[in-house]
Structure formats: structure tokens, C-alpha cells
């Protein structure tokens, strides 16, 4: 089963509002990421979990927290978001970091903040 | 610099006929992965194909297959007998070693247009 759930599908939010993304996992991966897709480009790495370790992009915001419960799901927080992150928001899993693994995606959640 | 380099935005291809999508990379790194990925209009990425620097062989999957030739730094994914669900965006992405295979970098992308 190589899928990934991300939740909700849609989501618009105010520029005061708090809200989270889910992504859930259930392939025993040990590597999940968050991407940022604007349209018409290619996907952006903001974060990567793996093997119980975050690495971050430094040039993402801090308005953007993850937060890992556990090895299957990575959420990310959302706070006090600015019109220029609408986007589209993709999760993936990959069995290991490794440059050999084939990362599997979500079918990503739309964010509009106004 | 860029690292992953896809030359053509738009490509147009006649249902049933093989179609090229060109890659182009640079990286030092001698371990490195690369790969290709459909995006349909939906949003999901879907990956296709993956070949790594040490395979002497090329990868294929099914209708995909991807020409890679190390020295030129090219892996060109070779669509064969095309349908029109292959209309889509396509990536390019690398993975290299020295990262830890961390970050994946993707190309610009080029959007495959299959005509009936």
C-alpha cells in the first residue's frame, strides 16, 4: 500500500488564524517531508523528518512548525500566515533519506490565506 | 547554478507515438539518485522512475524509460505509445550523497500534452 494521506484537501484561513496540516503514513517509512508548491513550479523542501531528526530549510518562515507525534504522522502547524503562502502543500514519505529512495506524495492540501 | 535543467515548458505529443522528455543535471557528487515524477492536474505527485549513478543499465518501467548517459549528465524519460492520461506535468529531481540524500531538487518541470 504506497500511500500517503494528507488532510484536509482544502483550506482557507485568515491571516489570524491557527490551523494544521495532517500527514499520515502507514508504510513504515522512516523519512517523511513537507513541500511548498507554487503554481506553475516545482515543489520547495521545507522540512524533512527522518529517523527521529528534523532538518529544516532555513528559508522558510517560522510561521511553519512541524511537529512529528510519531514515525507515521507529520503535521504541520500553521500561524499567523501571510497572502503570499497560498500554495499548494505536498507531504511524502520515503523508506530511508537515502539518494536511492523514490519519495511517494500525498495529494497535497490547497491553502488560500486572505 | 541549476542544478536539474528541464529545456522544454510545453511538449506536444500524437496519442500513440513516443515522446522525449529532456534532463539535464550537474552535481560533483559520484553517488547520486535521479528520478522522474508525474504531476496530473489533481496535484498528487506520482513517482515514475528511478535510476541511480552506479546502475549501468538503464531504468525502465513498463511504457517509461529513462536514457541515461553519465558522461553528457543527461536523463531523458522516454515515453512509449502515449495515452491521453499522460497529459501532465513532469518533473525531473536529483537526490545526491553528500546531502544524505536530504534534499530532492527538482527541475522546472515540462507540461506533456497528448493529443487524440
Known amino acids: 500500500d504506497t500511500e500517503v494521506t494528507q488532510t484536509p484537501k482544502h483550506l482557507v484561513m485568515g491571516m489570524t488564524n491557527k490551523k494544521s496540516l495532517k500527514c499520515e503514513q502507514h508504510?513504515?517509512?522512516?523519512?517523511m517531508y513537507w513541500y511548498k508548491q507554487k503554481a506553475k513550479k516545482p515543489p520547495e523542501l521545507m522540512f524533512v523528518?527522518?529517523?527521529?531528526?528534523?532538518?529544516i530549510n532555513e528559508s522558510v518562515p517560522s510561521r511553519f512548525s512541524p511537529e512529528c507525534p510519531n514515525s507515521s504522522l507529520l503535521n504541520l502547524h500553521l500561524h499567523a500566515l501571510q497572502p503570499e503562502d497560498s500554495a499548494l502543500y505536498l507531504c511524502?514519505?520515503?523508506?530511508?533519506?537515502?539518494?536511492?529512495?523514490?519519495?511517494?506524495f500525498g495529494p497535497g492540501t490547497r491553502l488560500t490565506v486572505t | 547554478a541549476q542544478k536539474i535543467t528541464q529545456t522544454q515548458p510545453g511538449m506536444f505529443v500524437q496519442e500513440k507515438e513516443a515522446v522525449t522528455l529532456d534532463c539535464t543535471y550537474d552535481t560533483s557528487d559520484q553517488s547520486y539518485g535521479l528520478f522522474w515524477y508525474k504531476q496530473p492536474s489533481s496535484g498528487e505527485m506520482i513517482f515514475l522512475i528511478y535510476?541511480?549513478?552506479?546502475?549501468?543499465q538503464n531504468a525502465t518501467e513498463g511504457r517509461y524509460s529513462l536514457n541515461f548517459q553519465k558522461a553528457r549528465k543527461s536523463a531523458n524519460l522516454v515515453i512509449s505509445a502515449s495515452q491521453l492520461g499522460d497529459s501532465a506535468m513532469y518533473f525531473c529531481a536529483m537526490r545526491e550523497g553528500s546531502t544524505g540524500g536530504f534534499k530532492t531538487i527538482f527541475g522546472a518541470g515540462t507540461r506533456l500534452f497528448v493529443k487524440a
Open positions: 535510476q541511480g549513478s552506479y546502475d549501468e
Open positions: 508504510m513504515g517509512h522512516r523519512a
Open positions: 523528518y527522518s529517523y527521529e531528526k528534523l532538518s
Open positions: 511524502a514519505s520515503s523508506q530511508n533519506s537515502g539518494q536511492t529512495y523514490e519519495q511517494y
